[in-house]
């Protein structure tokens, strides 16, 4: 079974609602399972939950039989979301193009000219989507 996982912020932001929109129609195009993934920062612990993320993604989308929604906590973000792609073993990930940037920046500590999408799909075996909001 593919499987697509698609990081968010919650509340769900511009980007993300069009981050989203793009996993969804993914994920019904391959008939594949979708995970929604929101990483809580330890720092900021907003204690957002697993029911207000699927309540709010649900308000937008409506009900998404295959859909998994997941609450992380973690220092990091872009670690926090590769652990999770990574344990799952996720078949497509959706990232939007600010999350991309900000793991290219992260990237530039460690490598000279980081190229996202090549680095996750080495260290992820997934086909890496980016969207840009409408």
Not at 31 to 37: G, M, Y
Request: aromatic fraction near 6%; hydrophobic fraction near 45%.
């Amino acid at each position: 079974m593919t499987l697509v996982v698609v990081p968010v912020r919650y509340p769900l932001s511009r980007h993300s609602k069009a981050t989203l929109e793009e996993a969804v129609r993914i994920a019904d195009e391959r008939d594949a399972d979708l995970t929604v993934l929101h990483v809580d920062l330890y720092q900021e612990n907003r204690g957002v939950t697993r029911a207000g993320l699927k309540a709010a993604v649900e308000r937008e989308f409506g009900s998404l039989d295959r859909a998994r929604f997941v609450v992380r906590k973690g220092f990091l973000v872009e670690e926090t979301i590769l652990e999770e792609v990574a344990a799952e073993g996720a078949d497509i990930v959706v990232i939007g193009t600010k999350q991309a940037s900000r793991w290219r920046r992260m990237l530039q500590r460690f490598l000279d000219d980081p190229d996202i999408e090549t680095f996750l799909r080495e260290k992820l075996e997934a086909t890496v989507i980016t969207v840009s909001p409408s």
